[in-house]
């Protein structure tokens, strides 16, 4: 939270009363690791209201995001007949929609409903997922895709408002661990079944698979209705003018804007593992195909069973930015590791990979809670929702570079590019640790 709590003259930001999400002593052993972590506070979290409904809408909402993932680019390149550099040109077209309306949503979420603009994001995201089915060119996919992202980037931005309104503090952090977790669950379940369109591989199963996948999507919009308008902006007080919220502006706030970009450029490790990695091991290792399926699986699963236990206490932020630094050399070393299973041979290059995958992982779930609370913590809570746009902005823009960087630079130059890449791991990681320390010294 704020740092800068609401006084009289700013007036106070409506709360909840949320049932608490986890029991504030620590845990066990047991209660600490793997899923017992997600048993143990699931049924806590859906006492609460809000996060009751953010639990059911959010896997609701990847379900059809899992489905959709698995057959989006071979539905673009076998049955719009789209060729490599178009689907590029998509792709980044949509991710740049993506960052405008990152910003946008969360604009918007701090003047109007952040509830019915939820619905509405959510609806408009599983309408045009449907409207792929329609897709026979170049230009209609293109516009589609745009329709996609941007508004899925606002729906986002707006959830986060969205927690950031109704949470305190740790609760922030674990609302966003169980909706992490949770969002792992059910893009797993909706991949499998996306699955089915790639067995029967034929154009009309693609297309019923994409009206599926929209379809169950925009149901998301359905469970979202039944949040309370408590999530919603404050009214501004008489003494609240609009002149004064422009001054706490997060385009005035430089912390928080080198924060963000620096969350932005960690956020290139997605890539690393989505673009990177497959294309390594296809062109560079002797690994079988496979093993990317294996990859996948089980940094799905690592990330199912930890990030929640591994959330705990990133709310502090002296405390995640120790764990965004521990997270950058993680990051780093698995990098050394990726290009070492280039100089492997049979099993060897497996475990490395292996080896490599969970140094990733770890990386990836310890910078996810660090971002998360710090997003929280150095925002001001009185715009939220910008806060949040501006935040979701930055990630926006660190995805949409990525495969352009982790292509240049690790692809095309071996290790000099790995290790290009760990640098910008640890140097990113470094300077977001910089800024929570000074943050946590000298609160604003």
């Known amino acids: 939270m704020s740092n800068i709590p609401p006084s009289a003259e700013t007036g106070s930001i409506p709360r909840l009363d949320p049932a608490p999400l986890a029991d504030p002593t620590p845990e066990g052993p047991e209660s600490s690791r793997g899923l017992s972590g997600l048993r143990r506070r699931l049924p806590a979290a859906l006492q609460n209201p809000v996060l009751r409904v953010l639990i059911a809408s959010t896997f609701v909402h990847t379900l059809g995001r899992g489905v959709f993932l698995t057959v989006t680019v071979l539905y673009f390149s076998l049955i719009v007949g789209l060729n490599a550099a178009e689907v590029a040109v998509v792709l980044t077209a949509a991710s740049a929609v993506g960052v405008a309306t990152s910003f946008f949503g969360g604009f918007l979420a701090d003047r109007l409903s952040a509830r019915l603009l939820s619905i509405i994001a959510a609806a408009g995201s599983g309408l045009a997922l449907m409207a792929y089915a329609l897709a026979g060119s170049f230009v209609t996919t293109l516009i589609i895709a745009c329709l996609v992202d941007g508004m899925m980037s606002a729906e986002h931005a707006i959830r986060g408002a969205i927690i950031a309104r109704a949470f305190t503090g740790t609760e922030r952090v674990s609302a966003r661990a169980i909706l992490r977790t949770v969002t792992n669950i059910g893009i797993a379940v909706g991949s499998g079944a996306g699955g089915i369109a790639l067995l029967v591989s034929t154009p009309e199963a693609y297309r019923w698979t994409m009206l599926g996948a929209g379809a169950i999507t ?19 007080s008489a003494g609240e ?10 385009w005035r706030n430089p912390r928080y804007l080198a924060f963000t970009g620096l969350s932005g450029i960690f956020a290139i490790q997605f890539a690393v593992f989505e673009i990177g990695v497959p294309l390594w091991i296809i062109q560079d290792t002797d690994a079988p195909p496979a093993v990317v399926a294996l990859l996948t699986f089980i940094n799905t699963a690592l990330v199912i069973a930890f990030q929640i236990p591994l959330s705990r206490g990133t709310h502090d932020m002296r405390y995640a930015g120790r764990v965004s630094f521990v997270a950058g050399i993680l990051m780093a070393g698995a990098c050394v590791l990726y290009f070492t299973a280039s100089l492997t041979a049979a099993v060897a290059t ?9 140094l990733h992982s770890f990386a990836e779930i310890l910078s996810s809670a660090s971002s998360w609370g710090l997003s929280f913590e150095l925002a001001d809570q009185r715009l939220a929702g ?13 995805t949409m570079v990525a495969p352009l960087i982790v292509t240049g ?20 990681a470094s300077g977001i640790t910089a800024i929570a320390s000074r943050a946590a010294s000298r609160p604003r």
């Open 409 to 428: 630079l690790a692809i095309t130059h071996g290790l000099w590019g790995w290790l290009g890449l760990a640098a910008l791991f640890v140097a990113s």
């Open 241 to 250: 003018t609009a002149e004064r919220l422009s001054g706490l502006s997060p």
């Open 218 to 236: 925009a149901a998301s919009a359905l469970l979202l209705a039944k949040l309370p308008t408590t999530v919603d902006a404050h009214r501004p």
């Open 350 to 358: 497996v475990v490395v990979l292996l080896v490599a995958l969970v």
């Open 386 to 398: 910008s806060y949040q746009g501006v935040y979701s902005m930055g990630y926006s823009l660190g």
